[in-house]
């Protein structure tokens, strides 16, 4: 069972290359209003593995801070190279869970707009770059929980299975001491064996005794009846 269980939790390793998703654009209703918007969606992953793998790749860039009204994250006035250059942004993320996986939106505004393939191609490009990094760390994240929880599956059956050992172990303690008490028991049998053939052989000493002691008896009233007046 344990080899199944680690092999399943190689196997979610092996099935290759956690490869970067298709980024899509859309326009969202935001903080802002309705803005252009850069989306991914990521497997298995719910909104709090998304949620915290985002947070931790702007944390790179910059001070992260979280809208509540809005549910959203931003941070204002950082330098991510690969959409601005050392142009500072504004970036905007929110997280919708869609069944079994998240849909990530991400608003850049450069100071002028709100970029899209349509005013700023090239800092698309950079975003879409951002997103698939993001992409890789949420799937990693999700998979890890998979992990997680195929770990705590394994301890539960590492649990049973030393549960298992301590009965047998309770089992063989039994045997072995019901074996000694049937050793013993045995004993007292051949003993009570022995004790019946000797009874035997008493009761029959007894008899003749008994016999003998009758005999006297009958002498002895003898005896009392020839005593008489001449």
Same mark, same amino acid.
């Given at each position: 069972?344990?080899?199944?269980?680690?092999?399943?939790?190689?196997?979610?390793?092996?099935?290759?290359?956690?490869?970067? @998703?298709?980024?899509?654009?859309?326009?969202? %209703?935001?903080?802002?209003?309705?803005?252009?918007?850069?989306?991914?969606?990521?497997?298995?992953?719910?909104?709090?593995?998304?949620?915290?793998?985002?947070?931790?790749?702007?944390?790179?860039?910059g001070k992260v801070k979280k809208n509540r009204k809005a549910?959203?994250?931003?941070?204002?006035?950082?330098?991510?190279?690969?959409?601005?250059?050392?142009?500072?942004?504004?970036?905007?993320?929110?997280?919708?869970?869609?069944?079994?996986?998240?849909?990530?939106?991400?608003?850049?505004?450069? =100071?002028?707009?709100?970029?899209?393939?349509?005013?700023?191609?090239?800092?698309?490009? =950079?975003?879409?770059?951002?997103?698939?990094?993001?992409?890789?760390?949420?799937?990693?994240?999700?998979?890890?929980?998979?992990?997680?929880?195929?770990?705590?599956?394994?301890?539960?059956?590492?649990?049973?299975?030393?549960?298992?050992?301590?009965?047998?172990?309770?089992?063989?303690?039994?045997?072995?001491?019901?074996?000694?008490?049937?050793?013993?028991?045995?004993?007292?049998?051949? @003993?009570?064996?022995l004790d019946i053939e000797q009874n035997i052989v008493d009761?029959?000493?007894?008899?003749d005794e008994i016999m003998a002691q009758k005999e006297v008896? %009958?002498?002895?009233?003898?005896?009392?009846?020839?005593?008489?007046? %001449?």
């Amino acid at each position: 069972m344990k080899s199944k269980i680690l092999l399943l939790i190689v196997a979610l390793f092996a099935t290759g290359t956690i490869y970067a @998703q298709a980024v899509f654009e859309e326009d969202k %209703n935001m903080s802002h209003g309705n803005k252009n918007a850069l989306y991914v969606d990521v497997e298995g992953a719910d909104k709090k593995i998304a949620e915290k793998a985002i947070q931790e790749l702007l944390k790179e860039y910059g001070k992260v801070k979280k809208n509540r009204k809005a549910k959203e994250f931003y941070a204002e006035e950082i330098i991510i190279p690969a959409i601005g250059g050392a142009q500072p942004l504004h970036v905007f993320t929110k997280i919708e869970e869609l069944g079994d996986q998240s849909r990530l939106y991400m608003w850049v505004y450069d =100071g002028d707009d709100f970029i899209s393939s349509v005013n700023n191609e090239e800092a698309i490009s =950079g975003a879409e770059s951002i997103l698939q990094d993001y992409y890789v760390k949420a799937r990693r994240g999700a998979i890890q929980k998979e992990v997680d929880l195929e770990e705590d599956n394994l301890k539960d059956r590492e649990k049973e299975m030393t549960k298992l050992e301590k009965n047998n172990d309770n089992l063989h303690k039994d045997i072995a001491k019901w074996e000694k008490e049937i050793e013993e028991r045995q004993k007292k049998i051949e @003993q009570a064996k022995l004790d019946i053939e000797q009874n035997i052989v008493d009761q029959e000493t007894k008899s003749d005794e008994i016999m003998a002691q009758k005999e006297v008896i %009958n002498m002895t009233i003898q005896k009392m009846n020839d005593v008489k007046k %001449n």
